[in-house]
């Protein structure tokens, strides 16, 4: 099952667990009054690992908090955008500094597992494989779990749209290549964006010119 919680900065944070309480996080963003760690608390799962579709501040901003806790838990992240954990010009908290209590990010976790493009990662049963999407930032991908027809897009594909290209390490020219990853995957799988409603991608196949016209 899935689990969503929505930050304050409107980044879906998800947690995904079997029958025996066994999970792992996709996105811990930002979350003001440790709104995320009380929700991830009162669902009471073992959180064996996080993963990262990339290194925004409103998807890891949270990441320290969280491992404060769950200090056993592996991070997955792809290897392009590792530099993003310590780099606040890259995760962008050097331009939001002073909004609100959000201060400059810089935080490299004790267990950090680097990601490749196809790597497969199995966590609490579920075999997750990692497809590398650069063009939001240089290091983005999404998360396919073939067995439960759910993949996590980050700000690769949301509802009829995708992500920008304009930020720091953002790339146009490989956003076709990066989607047409996607649009090659099999029909009736759930998707989970980074931010927005929930979509799949029949539906994005179908209706997202960005997807049908590759």
Known sequence: MVDIYYSRVACNCYVMYNEHDEAFLVDPGYSNNNGLI?????????????????????????LQDVLDIYKHAKVYILRDEIDFLTDPSLNLTDVHWGESDIVPLS????????????????????????IATPFH????????IESEKIIFTGDTLFFTT?????????????????????????????VYPGHGALT???????YNSYLNNI
Not at 38 to 62: E, M, Q, V, W
Not at 137 to 144: A, D, F, I, L
């Open 162 to 190: 995708i992500g920008r290209t304009d930020l720091p390490t953002g790339s146009q020219r490989t956003v076709a290549s990066s989607l047409k990853k996607l649009k090659d995957l099999p029909d009736g799988i759930k």
């Open 200 to 206: 799949d991608l029949d539906r994005e196949k179908k």
């Open 107 to 130: 935080f490299m976790p004790k267990k950090v597992k680097l990601l490749d493009d196809g790597d497969i990662v199995n966590v609490a049963g579920f075999d997750i494989k990692v």
């Open 38 to 62: 009380d929700h991830i608390k009162k669902l009471n799962k073992d959180i064996k690992a996080i993963f990262i579709t990339h290194g925004h501040y409103d998807h890891i901003y949270a």
């Open 137 to 144: 930032t240089k290091g983005s991908c999404c998360y396919y």
